[in-house]
């Protein structure tokens, strides 16, 4: 059980295009979700926390117009990437709390984005 | 602010090979401690925890304990497989209801038969 999906696991965009990226959890409500990024051999990066049906509270650096973030049902976050740049290029990795164990944040496997 | 240095790898050990990597921390009040581990194509999984100080968490023949005098979580296991493979995080949450994560840069563990 707890299993969080992402789609898709890569993506190559021209820049100046959007990106959707889609954070699922399939067997369980994610009450919140995060969103992180992760440069090579760079830590996880918090981006945003997003709750279901409110507005996400982003990490003080992070450009809400940039990275936007909608949680519009408990299985579902998504992170749309506008007007990508090459650096904008990375890794996201998704991650969900269910109300019943919120000490636990459940994974994605990550979307490698590539901007050209 | 908060804060995990974890050792550098990569790592490469032989297969019943001991291991150690080490985490420190630098964080107001008492955080929780975790080691997460991401298996090749897959999300970080959570291997073990400890809530505080003195906790020992384990989990798979992986042990770590929360030192509060060192601010350490140091992750061991006796003698490591082969599936043991993956990249390692060390990660805090503070209290106060905050279950915002922060992470060490990961240590890629390689095991050799």
């Known amino acids: 059980g707890a299993v969080v999906s992402q789609h898709p696991s890569w993506v190559i965009c021209k820049s100046g295009t959007s990106v959707k990226i889609e954070c699922r959890s399939l067997d369980f409500q994610a009450t919140t979700m995060f969103w992180y990024r992760q440069f090579p051999k760079q830590s996880l990066m918090l981006m945003a926390t997003?709750?279901?049906?409110?507005?996400?509270?982003?990490e003080q650096g992070v450009e809400k117009d940039k990275f936007l973030i909608n949680h519009a049902s408990l299985t579902l976050s998504t992170l749309t990437v506008t007007s990508a740049h090459p650096e904008d290029s990375s890794f996201y990795i998704c991650s969900a709390l269910t109300s019943g164990r919120k000490d636990e944040q459940f994974f994605g496997p990550g979307t490698r984005l590539t901007v050209l | 602010g908060n804060s995990v240095t974890q050792m550098e790898g990569p790592v490469t050990l032989s297969e019943e090979a001991f291991l150690t990597i080490n985490c420190t921390y630098t964080a107001t009040g008492y955080p929780s401690l975790f080691w997460y581990v991401q298996y090749p194509g897959e999300g970080l999984q959570l291997l073990l925890k400890?809530?505080?100080?003195?906790d020992k968490g384990s989990n798979k023949g992986f042990e770590a304990t929360y030192r509060k005098e060192t601010t350490s979580f140091h992750l061991e296991k006796g003698s490591v497989q082969v599936s043991d493979s993956a990249v390692y995080f060390c990660?805090?949450?503070?209290?106060?209801?905050?279950?915002?994560?922060?992470f060490g840069k990961g240590t890629k563990l390689t095991v050799n038969p």
């Open positions: 400890a809530t505080k100080a003195d």
């Open positions: 997003s709750n279901e049906g409110s507005k996400a509270t982003y």
């Open positions: 990660a805090l949450n503070g209290r106060g209801g905050s279950e915002k994560l922060v």
